[in-house]
């Protein structure tokens, strides 16, 4: 069967540090990977997108990866703020598809 | 730009009443549109999508229904609400062009009694 899974459990980090959010896959074929961002009572709001030919995507404090061969993307933020603290979530979307399929997220809480 | 309106934010319903929550996308035209529901603590679980309007494509069989009536009209209902319907609704729109970036609506959270 399918499944996309993240850690459900909260990531705790100190502020600055580097957080590192794994995703892993099965039984899919993603064309795209996205990730999100969701705080308490809130719509999901769109980070990065990183395509399947694509290894690597920064933006500001925020790298992805992306190993089709290990079934893997990695969520880097960098400079961790308190600020960044949410939860974070990624979802696929398969060639042939239009429609995104999401992962149960993982809760980053960054301490002062 | 685009914007996308989701109400009501918050709906108490007791069990086998009905339900109609509405979105509306305002600023783009041929949305690609989209109902989730996320239960507490879990990841979102896609019901509906719609790639234009009068077409739906049910993902979870269940006691919901979805209608697009107009382009920019996206209708989640329930002739009679279970308990287990309970949960946080997301309508989220995108623009179909194989780029599927979602913009999603605040969401209701529902709760059945």
């Known amino acids: 069967s399918q499944k996309i899974e993240q850690n459900s459990e909260a990531l705790n980090i100190q502020e600055g540090k580097t957080a590192t959010l794994t995703c892993n896959y099965t039984n899919y074929s993603p064309a795209y990977l996205q990730w999100y961002r969701q705080d308490p009572g809130r719509g999901p709001v769109f980070l990065l997108l990183?395509?399947?030919?694509?290894k690597e995507k920064r933006k500001e404090r925020l790298k992805v990866t992306f190993d089709t061969t290990l079934k893997q993307s990695l969520f880097h933020i960098t400079a961790s703020q308190p600020a960044d603290s949410a939860t974070y979530l990624c979802a696929l979307e398969e060639a042939a598809g239009n429609k995104l399929t999401f992962g149960g997220g993982t809760r980053v809480l960054v301490k002062p | 730009s685009q914007t996308i309106h989701q109400w009501p934010a918050t709906l108490v319903q007791p069990v086998g009443s009905p339900l109609s929550l509405e979105c509306t996308v305002e600023g783009t035209s041929n949305p690609n549109l989209y109902w989730y529901r996320q239960a507490a603590g879990r990841g979102l679980q896609l019901l509906f999508y719609s790639v234009g309007i009068g077409q739906i494509s049910s993902e979870v069989p269940q006691n919901l229904s979805a209608s697009r009536p107009q382009d920019r009209q996206f209708i989640l209902s329930s002739k009679k609400l279970l308990l287990s319907d309970s949960g946080f609704y997301l309508c989220?729109?995108?623009?179909?062009?194989?780029?599927?970036?979602?913009?999603f609506g605040s969401g209701t959270q529902l709760s059945v009694l």
């Open positions: 990183i395509r399947e030919n694509e």
């Open positions: 989220a729109w995108s623009a179909g062009t194989g780029d599927e970036k979602l913009f």
